[in-house]
């Protein structure tokens, strides 16, 4: 049961160039979230997928695209990458949407964009 | 003004300290409220929920005041192994939403 797994863990992207970090989780959850995480700003919802089927966007999603492929797996798409999007980008799943349900985090892609 | 505050830190304690630490939010509708715990380079992860009458997880406790809109987290006989970043984190929504909001976290750093 290996949870949530990202990949890649590193990445480094030249302004304009594109790419997408992966995420799938083995635990049957049915909801989905990318965050990001710079320094003394804290953890922002970039998208979100309340279940199969759905997406929406959270508090930061210019710049990027999602995709909710099953059940299983939650895409990142980066279309033409700016040094603003260096960060850690943070996958998370949990088994519900609603309440107080625990959200597990995968170990992180960290990228940088030149 | 953010919507979650705490204390950046960092708390430097030697070990078998007791450090507690606060954390406000804006959001009076705010329904749920947790404690992640974050090491170095590594992902959060959920240390405890707190509960309107407080909860305690061995040396560990969360203390809820809504009518001041305040968290706190109480460590007692603090190890090596408690030195990591400690994220308040709240839940915007109720009911149907589970949109978490996240402190910058307060670093706590155990001496021997």
């Known amino acids: 049961n290996a949870g949530v797994t990202q990949t890649p863990k590193f990445q480094v992207l030249k302004t304009g160039q594109s790419m997408t970090l992966q995420c799938a989780q083995d635990?049957?959850?049915?909801?989905m979230y990318w965050y990001r995480q710079d320094p003394g700003m804290g953890l922002r919802l970039i998208y979100y997928?309340?279940?199969?089927?759905?997406?929406d966007k959270g508090e930061v999603p210019n710049g990027y695209n999602v995709s909710r492929l099953n059940k299983r797996e939650f895409s990142l798409r980066l279309e033409s990458a700016a040094p603003s999007q260096t960060s850690v980008y943070f996958c998370a799943s949990s088994e519900s949407y609603g309440g107080t349900a625990e959200q597990f985090f995968g170990p992180g892609t960290r990228l940088t964009v030149l | 003004r953010k919507e979650v505050e705490q204390d950046p830190g960092p708390f430097n304690v030697p070990e078998g300290a007791t450090v507690a630490f606060n954390c406000t939010y804006s959001n009076s509708a705010s329904q749920s409220f947790f404690w992640y715990r974050q090491d170095c380079r590594k992902e959060p992860k959920l240390l405890m929920s707190v509960y309107s009458s407080g909860n305690e997880d061995g040396r560990f406790t969360a203390q809820l005041n809504r009518a001041s809109q305040y968290i706190s987290l109480l460590i007692r006989d603090s190890k090596l192994s408690d030195s990591a970043t400690y994220l308040c984190v709240v839940n915007r929504g109720g009911g149907a939403t589970n949109k978490l909001i996240f402190g910058t976290g307060t670093l706590l750093a155990v001496q021997p």
């Open positions: 997928s309340a279940s199969e089927g759905t997406t």
């Open positions: 635990m049957n959850h049915n909801s």
